[in-house]
């Protein structure tokens, strides 16, 4: 059994015990967390897909830790002007175990 949930702009297809990095959630490590916009479900042999949302679908989740990622480098130049910018960025992200997918 997995799901399409959709969170912090993005998609992600989750299954039960599975941990992966969203966007920043404002939850403490340890809370749990429940995510309602299930785009697609799939049980088996059946597959239901939503319109815009499936109806009466969560997906039950657990905050791990929340964290930042490697720095991303962006740097600009132009030839013959003398032109360089540099500068970093790290995104922040928060880590959750999947703890179950209620139809």
């Known amino acids: 059994m997995y799901a399409v949930i959709q969170t912090g702009g993005k998609q992600y297809r989750v299954a039960e015990g599975d941990v992966l990095r969203v966007e920043l959630l404002e939850k ?28 009466g679908a969560s997906v039950e989740a657990e905050v791990i830790r929340h964290d930042r990622a490697k720095k991303v480098i962006i740097f600009k130049k132009k030839r013959t002007t003398t032109y360089q910018r540099t500068q970093g ?8 175990r999947i703890k179950g997918i209620k139809a």
């Open 28 to 55: 403490e490590p340890k809370q749990a967390v429940s995510f309602d916009k299930v785009l697609l479900l799939e049980n088996g042999d059946s597959i239901t897909v939503g319109q815009p949302t499936v109806k």
């Open 89 to 96: 960025h790290r995104q922040g992200f928060t880590e959750i």
